[in-house]
């Protein structure tokens, strides 16, 4: 099956910092995902991606199908951004969804 | 945006009890719905695909009769764990696509303990 790495795993900021995050993937994909999962285990759907750039506040997202990689850009991040950050990714449809380890994002005040 | 309820957020049994965890799309209707687990600090693991109105697919390694999956209407998913034991303990999550980008949106997680 297609292998999803994030990078980093573990990412500290203080808060109005930026960031990128990014998912690198094993095989070509026709969708792309980006979840963000809050401190009481809520996922949130950010970005339906599988090509090209969207922005969507503070959180934009660019995906290089053809170079195999996802960016997920972070801007003045806040405490409430705190939380694990996925990439999911699917080579035919849903049903075959799979999960990054994600990257774990702390913004302290 | 689409909503999925998932309830209960919480539940603690003792061993060899079953628990029924139910997973609701509210505002859209979702032909078909999954089931994940995810243990502390690691990734979602897709356990099963739930269709409606027929046998649920099931992940290799799960097994379907201690993880029952039915998917009865449109809008309405259950996982029932069976003689359910410590092992079974875990953070377990639903999730439904919406039309049209195919987009998955998740139910809250249902946070199991079994003494």
């Known amino acids: 099956g297609i292998q999803v790495e994030q990078s980093p795993p573990d990412l500290i900021l203080q808060e109005g910092a930026n960031s990128t995050l990014r998912c690198n993937f094993s095989d070509s994909v026709n969708n792309l995902q980006w979840f963000h999962q809050n401190p009481w285990g809520q996922l949130i759907n950010l970005f339906y991606i599988p090509s090209g750039t969207k922005q969507n506040g503070r959180l934009s997202a660019t995906t290089v199908a053809t170079e195999r990689y996802s960016l997920l850009y972070i801007s003045s991040s806040q405490t409430t951004d705190s939380g694990v950050y996925f990439c999911a990714v699917g080579r035919y449809n849903n049903n075959d969804m799979r999960f990054g380890a994600g990257t774990r994002l702390t913004v302290k005040p | 945006g689409a909503v999925v309820s998932q309830h209960p957020s919480r539940v603690i049994c003792k061993s060899g009890t079953s628990v029924k965890i139910e997973c609701r799309s509210l505002d859209f209707q979702a032909t078909t719905m999954f089931w994940y687990r995810q243990f502390p600090k690691q990734s979602l693991m897709l356990m099963a695909t739930?269709?409606?109105?027929?046998?649920?697919?099931?992940e290799q390694g799960v097994e379907k009769d201690k993880f029952l999956i039915n998917h009865a209407s449109l809008t309405l998913s259950t996982l029932t764990v069976t003689s359910a034991h410590p092992e079974d303990s875990s953070f377990y999550i639903c999730s439904a696509r919406g039309d049209p980008e195919e987009k998955l949106f998740f139910g809250s997680g249902t946070q199991l303990s079994v003494l």
């Open positions: 739930s269709n409606e109105g027929s046998k649920a697919t099931y």
